[in-house]
């Protein structure tokens, strides 16, 4: 079991930044992958954003936020940052940060993470 708990959301103007930081416990060994999901006004569903290989070097991210967002790990905290610059107003969600323990090559799968955290809520004003 791992528990992920986010931190860092905010309200911001366009074109500002913000940092959203992800702290597992539990058992962290066992964890294959991290990533950033965001839930925006008016979904249902979490959309994937970006993710990296919790003992590798693989990372991912949706096309709308490729050259705007980086996520980083810190191992050593157990920690996994989004680093989100240039924000948008339509980047505006709540942010969940999901824990996947599913060994899968290439693209992670949303139906892998099984351990989310509470979210922390992003709102960029135009």
């Known amino acids: 079991q791992v528990r992920p708990v986010e931190s860092g959301g905010g309200l911001v103007q366009a074109g500002g930044s913000l940092r959203l930081s992800c702290e597992v416990s539990g058992r962290t060994f066992t964890m294959h992958t991290i990533g950033w999901f965001r839930q925006q006004p008016g979904k249902e569903e979490r959309d994937f954003v970006a993710?990296?290989?919790?003992?590798?070097?693989?990372?991912y991210y949706t096309e709308s936020v490729k050259g705007r967002f980086t996520i980083s790990k810190d191992t050593t905290k157990n920690m996994v940052h989004l680093e989100m610059n240039d924000l948008k107003p339509e980047d505006t969600a709540i942010y969940y940060c999901?824990?996947?323990?599913?060994?899968?090559?290439?693209?992670?799968?949303?139906?892998?993470?099984?351990?989310w955290g509470q979210g922390t809520q992003v709102t960029v004003s135009s």
């Open positions: 993710s990296l290989n919790w003992r590798g070097s693989n990372t």
């Open positions: 999901g824990a996947s323990l599913v060994a899968r090559p290439g693209w992670p799968r949303k139906t892998d993470f099984g351990w």
